[in-house]
């Protein structure tokens, strides 16, 4: 099944249980200001959940455009290396505002995947909170999910991957118990099933979340019930539509397979598994999509996160051989593509490769020496980049911290970061005192609260202060 055809069958199923279909909203959060990208499909109903918006309905679903690449939810990391993330997605999810809870969404998802999209039920595993025994009990007796199969997750202490039954979108508001359904692909591929010590592996992989969205979270941390008790899914489209295509991996998918072709043809490159035809197919979606939601790579905020995505696909095309611009190309495969669904893309279309093209040539004219810079420090390097040299790398070449990581990462390396966050404050001290600092402008509150002065500037922190080139 195509995945056209699962984002029109997933719709047709909740349509015909009365849910309003509704558009994807923008991935730049219209109204939220603590929140830096759409993360899910829930953003659009954040205070419908805390009952201050009010809709003529009470069930909904669609198809969302999502980001995770920075924030409370980052997968930037991730691409490349596991089979099932991207930084931009597509969620297909349901809602229920104060009507239907647990059992019925149990029911629907239940029935969507093995009487609809017919998957075997044997492949299925779920989660459900440590403490949700109405959960599990709904999974075992009502459906007849074997026991052995349903299995009991706590609180994430912070494992980046691991499972994690307690669900938030951001450090405050809406969050919830929440229930996962995995699939196995099989004994062949590496992995246990979730809750494991090796669950971060790619054999059991969550395709759909069911979020009892029963609180808000305060600042302090204390949980309030919200007004009513609600029901928020969401269902990768591209981990579905691997399961329904029986592949394994996300990159394999119908979506992707001209992608990858037509990275393959623009960078010469024979292997179509190569990482980075994934990496650049993942990320030009991202970029394409942010630009279109009126993102414009920048030194600050969300433009930043797009400059450091647009930046490692371009370092990988480099990496590849590719010595002139290419990845504005790109965008033509990928309205061909997408362009059906989100028709703004395809409207856009010239805009967003003029602005991709503007900064594949900035960059493209310090990638090189930044490179050659970096192999010199890496051949002198035992096991970590210097600080100074990393802030180097970002000061002279534009070579966001994180992208630095990520070529250290490749070579068993890591980036001193310590001593790179010590190099910027130097930095930033001494263009102080020259009477040449100015004041940072308006951030998200999630990204501002990072930067208090002492709290740890981590990645995310770090690209909000800007490159210089
Ligand atoms: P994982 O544990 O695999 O990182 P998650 O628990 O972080 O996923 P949720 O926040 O529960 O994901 O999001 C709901 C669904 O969205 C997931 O079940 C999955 O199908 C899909 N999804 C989440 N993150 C990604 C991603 N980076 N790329 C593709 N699909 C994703
Ligand atoms: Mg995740
Ligand atoms: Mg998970
Ligand atoms: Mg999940």
Request: net charge negative; with cysteine; aromatic share 10%.
């Amino acid at each position: 099944m195509k995945t056209a055809e699962i984002r029109s069958t997933f719709l047709d199923y909740f349509r015909s249980k009365g849910h309003t279909i509704v558009p994807s909203s923008s991935l730049v959060p219209a109204s939220d200001p603590t929140l830096l990208f759409t993360n899910s499909g829930m953003v659009q109903f954040k205070n419908v959940f805390l009952g201050s918006e009010k809709l003529s309905y009470v069930r909904a679903a669609d198809v969302q455009r999502c980001l995770r690449a920075g924030g409370k939810h980052n997968d930037l990391d991730a691409v490349g290396y596991t089979a099932r993330h991207h930084t931009f997605f597509e969620m297909l999810g349901n809602w229920s505002f104060g009507d239907y809870f647990k059992r019925d969404a149990i029911a629907f998802a239940w029935e969507l995947l093995t009487g609809v999209f017919k998957l075997p039920k044997d492949k299925l595993w779920v989660t459900v909170y440590h403490t949700d025994d109405e959960a599990f009990d709904l999974w075992n007796k009502d459906i007849g999910v074997p026991a052995e199969r349903i299995v009991r997750i706590g609180d994430n202490k912070g494992a980046p991957f691991a499972s994690d039954n307690f669900w938030q979108m951001a450090d405050t508001g809406p969050c919830g118990p929440c229930t996962e359904i995995f699939y196995d692909h099989g004994e062949e591929i590496a992995g246990g099933p979730p809750g494991s010590p090796d669950e971060d592996g790619d054999r059991y992989i969550e395709i759909w979340n069911l979020v009892f969205m029963q609180f808000d979270r305060a600042p302090d941390g204390t949980l309030s019930p919200l007004p009513a008790p609600c029901v928020d899914t969401g269902m990768g489209l591209e981990r579905l539509a691997a399961v329904l295509q029986h592949v394994h991996s996300n990159y394999e998918i119908d979506l992707f397979e001209h992608l990858i072709k037509v990275a393959a043809e623009l960078t010469a490159t024979k292997d179509l598994a190569n990482k980075s035809l994934r990496v650049i197919a993942d990320h030009i979606r991202a970029c394409s999509f942010l630009i279109v939601d009126g993102v414009l790579p920048s030194n600050e905020g969300r433009g930043y996160v797009l400059r450091r995505i647009i930046r490692r696909a371009l370092r990988h095309g480099w990496m590849l051989g590719v010595r002139g611009d290419f990845f504005w190309k790109m965008v033509q495969p990928l309205v061909e593509e997408m362009g059906e669904a989100y028709p703004e893309l395809a409207q856009k279309q010239a805009f967003v490769e003029d602005a991709l093209r503007t900064e594949e040539r900035r960059f493209g004219e310090t990638l090189e020496n930044g490179m050659r810079l970096f192999d010199a420090v890496a051949a002198k390097s035992n096991d970590s980049i210097p600080g100074a040299d990393a802030f180097r790398l970002y000061d002279t070449y534009g070579f966001p911290v994180d992208l630095t990581a990520d070529i250290a990462r490749e070579r068993g390396l890591t980036v001193d970061m310590d001593g790179f966050e010590q190099s910027m404050r130097e930095q930033q001290e001494r263009s102080r005192e020259g009477g040449k600092f100015e004041a940072k402008g308006q951030m998200p509150a999630e990204l501002a609260s990072q930067l208090q002065p002492t709290a740890f500037l981590g990645y995310d922190a770090l690209m909000s202060q800007g490159s210089k080139v």
